[in-house]
C-alpha cells in the first residue's frame, strides 16, 4: 500500500463512521488531512444541513491545514445548498493538493475538482475508487439509475422462515442483529413495509437504539386501501407516505407499478430504501428487477413451517430464478451460541457497477 492510500484508507474509515442522525440522503464522505506524514484533521459528514467531511476536518486542522495534503472519499462538492462550496473551502485554507477517490457524478455538486485545479491546487482522482464506489454505493447507484437505491433486509430461521404459521415472530434473531437494523433504517434513510405488516406488526419504523437528530421516512403499500390513520406508522414520530388506490390523506400517493412509486420516493429526495417485508413485499421488489441489496440475518433456529421469506416470489424454472452476488458474510456474537450470521448480496449490476473502471 502507498503512503496515497494508506491516508485514503483513513479517509474511507472516517466514511464508515456513525455518527448521530446520519446523513441521507447525503453520501457520509470521510477526509483527512496530511502534514508532514502526521494527520493533523479529520472528519466526516454530519447529518444533511450540517457541514461536510472537508469542512469538520478543515476545523480541526486549523492553520495546519496550509500547504497540507487532502484524502477526501468523494469529489468535493462545488455549490452554495444548504452549505457553501467544499471545493471553495479548501482554497481558502492554502492547501497544497486534493487527492479523490470517487468523482462526484451529482450534476449539482459536481466540478469541485475542476474548480481546484483552476486555483492552483494539485488534483488526483480515481484514488482507491473501487473501495469508495463500495462505501458510497447507495449515493452513487441511485444517480447511476435515477431511483432509489433498494435495500431487501430479513430476519430469517435456518429453513427461511420469518415467522410461526401463527404469525409469531419476536423475535427469531438476536438482539445485536435487530440494532443492526436500526442502523439500516438511519443510514437508507426511509423504510418500506406492506400494508399487512403494518396493521399485524403495529410498526414503527423509527430508529430507536440510536440518537437520530433526523428519523427515517416510513412508507406503507396500502394495496386495499383500508388501513386505519390511527397505526403507529403514521403517527407524527416521523414523516410517513402511502401509497394507496384512493389517497385521502395529506402524505398519501397514489398506487402504482414499483418503478413509479420509487420514482415518486427519488422526487421527495429520497436515495435509498430499506424494504423490512413482508413476505408479499420483499417478493414484488425482486419481482420488479429493483432490489440492489439483501441484507439477511441468519438465526441457529429451524421453525420447520410459516411463511418463508419469498414465499410469493412464484420461480417457476432455474433459469428464471433471480440471481445475486454474494458480497460478505459474518457472524455477529462472536463465540455465543446463539451467534447469527449477517449474509450481504449485491444484484450482478451493482456488483459490476462497484467493480468497474
Same mark, same amino acid.
Given at each position: 500500500m502507498s503512503k496515497h492510500e494508506k491516508w485514503m484508507q483513513e479517509a474511507l474509515i472516517q466514511a464508515r463512521v456513525s455518527t448521530s442522525g446520519f446523513s441521507a440522503p447525503n453520501p457520509h464522505v470521510g477526509c483527512v488531512i496530511v502534514k508532514q506524514d502526521e494527520i493533523v484533521g479529520s472528519g466526516h459528514s454530519d447529518p444533511a444541513g450540517g457541514a461536510h467531511a472537508e469542512i469538520n476536518a478543515l476545523r480541526l486542522a486549523g492553520e495546519s491545514a496550509q500547504g497540507a495534503s487532502v484524502y477526501v472519499t468523494l469529489e468535493p462538492c462545488n455549490h452554495h445548498g444548504r452549505t457553501s462550496p467544499c471545493s471553495q473551502a479548501l482554497i481558502d485554507a492554502g492547501v497544497r493538493e486534493v487527492f479523490y477517490a470517487a468523482p462526484d457524478p451529482s450534476p449539482v455538486a459536481c466540478g469541485g475538482a475542476q474548480a481546484l485545479s483552476g486555483a492552483g491546487i494539485k488534483v488526483v482522482g480515481g484514488l482507491m475508487k473501487v473501495e469508495?464506489?463500495?462505501?458510497?454505493?447507495?449515493?452513487?447507484?441511485?444517480?447511476?439509475?435515477?431511483?432509489?437505491?433498494?435495500?431487501?433486509?430479513?430476519?430469517?430461521?435456518l429453513d427461511g422462515r420469518i415467522a410461526l404459521p401463527s404469525g409469531e415472530s419476536q423475535w427469531i434473531t438476536s438482539e445485536t442483529a435487530r440494532n443492526?437494523?436500526?442502523?439500516?433504517?438511519?443510514?437508507?434513510?426511509?423504510?418500506?413495509?406492506?400494508?399487512? /405488516?403494518a396493521l399485524v406488526d403495529q410498526a414503527r419504523l423509527t430508529v430507536r437504539e440510536l440518537s437520530a437528530v433526523k428519523q427515517p421516512t416510513r412508507v406503507v403499500i396500502d394495496s386495499h386501501g383500508t388501513l386505519p390513520e390511527t397505526l403507529p406508522v403514521f403517527d407524527e414520530e416521523a414523516p410517513s407516505i402511502r401509497f394507496t388506490p384512493q389517497p385521502k390523506w395529506a402524505n398519501d400517493r397514489p398506487i402504482s407499478a414499483i418503478p413509479d412509486m420509487l420514482g415518486v420516493l427519488k422526487q421527495e429526495r429520497i436515495n435509498g430504501v430499506l424494504v423490512e417485508g413482508g413476505a408479499?413485499?420483499?417478493?414484488?421488489?425482486?419481482?420488479?428487477?429493483?432490489?440492489?441489496?439483501?441484507?439477511l440475518y441468519v438465526a441457529p433456529i429451524i421453525l420447520g413451517a410459516g411463511p418463508s421469506w /419469498?414465499?410469493?416470489?412464484?420461480?417457476? /424454472?432455474?433459469?428464471?430464478?433471480?440471481r445475486f452476488v454474494l458480497a460478505n458474510s459474518r457472524t455477529l456474537d462472536e463465540g455465543l451460541i446463539h451467534a447469527n450470521q449477517e449474509i450481504t448480496l449485491y444484484s450482478r449490476n451493482l456488483s459490476d457497477f462497484i467493480t468497474s473502471e
Open positions: 469508495a464506489r463500495e462505501v458510497h454505493r447507495q449515493f452513487l447507484y441511485s444517480i447511476h439509475t435515477g431511483r432509489p437505491f433498494v435495500t431487501v433486509k430479513a430476519g430469517i430461521s443492526k437494523v436500526q442502523l439500516l433504517r438511519a443510514e437508507r434513510g426511509c423504510v418500506l413495509i406492506g400494508g399487512r /405488516t408479499k413485499t420483499i417478493s414484488r421488489f425482486i419481482q420488479a428487477g429493483v432490489v440492489d441489496e439483501i441484507i /419469498t414465499s410469493e416470489l412464484g420461480v417457476d /424454472t432455474l433459469a428464471n430464478a433471480p
